[in-house]
């Protein structure tokens, strides 16, 4: 038997269908805010996440070097469910001396961690998605 014109379409479009929810599943960053502190970071991660339970959460945040270094990370320790979008930080992250750039990205249970980074350049005031604020600023 072979194929329609239709029937392949109708399963082109079934395909596409899965794929696009399996990356609507994952964890989104919205904002990224560093505050320097002189020779510390703090560091706040505004997420979006259609939590599902304690099976499907967004559950953790890291920030790596652009080596691939992981050089902190924030345990999400519940979902959130009906804090949407909801905002977590770390403080007192120190970072290599004269580390310009740093990747932010976040992790949900099902998915890991999601292809939609964060590149933040430490030497620039603010970017697509985050901002960086130096010592005395508030």
Known sequence: MR????GARVLSLACALCAAGVAAGEVEILDVLFRSSGKT???R???RHDDEGWRHYADAWRLRA???TVLATRVLRRPHM???PFTRGLRGVRLPPGMRWVVVEARDGLHGWSRHKVRVDLRRRSGPRYR???V???
Do not use: M, S
């Open 45 to 47: 991660v505004k997420l």
């Open 66 to 68: 652009l080596d691939g």
């Open 41 to 43: 970071w703090d560091i």
């Open 136 to 138: 005395g600023i508030r």
């Open 132 to 134: 960086v604020l130096p």
């Open 3 to 6: 194929p329609t014109r239709a």
């Open 82 to 84: 009906r804090e949407q």
